[in-house]
């Protein structure tokens, strides 16, 4: 039973990073430059994002730990970036979900 739960999260943050960073990618830039950051640091997050979500998706445990824990240290950044920028708590919420959720995965797989 805990296993469907772990996919079900697997799922979410899949799809969840992959509406950000694919569909929704015109806010990204916007975003990336209102916090003062290079184009090029911008596109490596991406690239890291995506191939995380995808790693979170192999059949191997190992690999989707990998993923996972690459997603929540990301998450991790993107929260020190909303502190620094002194984001309102709303525009937190999506690193803090992601985060935890990635941790959950992490600690349950």
């Given at each position: 039973?805990?296993?469907?739960?772990?996919?079900?999260?697997?799922?979410?943050?899949?799809?969840?990073?992959?509406?950000?960073?694919?569909?929704?990618?015109?806010?990204?830039?916007?975003?990336?430059?209102?916090?003062?950051y290079?184009?090029?640091?911008?596109?490596?997050?991406?690239?890291?994002?995506?191939?995380?979500?995808?790693?979170?998706?192999?059949?191997?445990?190992?690999?989707?730990?990998?993923?996972?824990?690459?997603?929540?240290?990301?998450m991790?950044?993107?929260?020190?970036?909303?502190?620094?920028?002194?984001?309102?708590?709303?525009?937190?919420?999506?690193?803090?979900?992601?985060?935890?959720?990635?941790?959950?995965i992490?600690?349950?797989?």
């Amino acid at each position: 039973m805990i296993s469907a739960y772990t996919e079900v999260l697997k799922i979410i943050v899949f799809s969840s990073i992959l509406f950000v960073w694919v569909i929704r990618y015109t806010n990204i830039v916007q975003e990336f430059k209102s916090y003062g950051y290079p184009d090029s640091l911008r596109d490596f997050v991406g690239i890291l994002k995506i191939s995380f979500a995808i790693m979170l998706m192999n059949h191997s445990e190992q690999v989707a730990k990998i993923g996972a824990g690459g997603i929540a240290a990301l998450m991790l950044a993107a929260l020190v970036t909303h502190f620094k920028v002194k984001n309102p708590f709303s525009k937190m919420v999506p690193s803090l979900t992601l985060l935890c959720a990635s941790l959950v995965i992490i600690f349950i797989s």
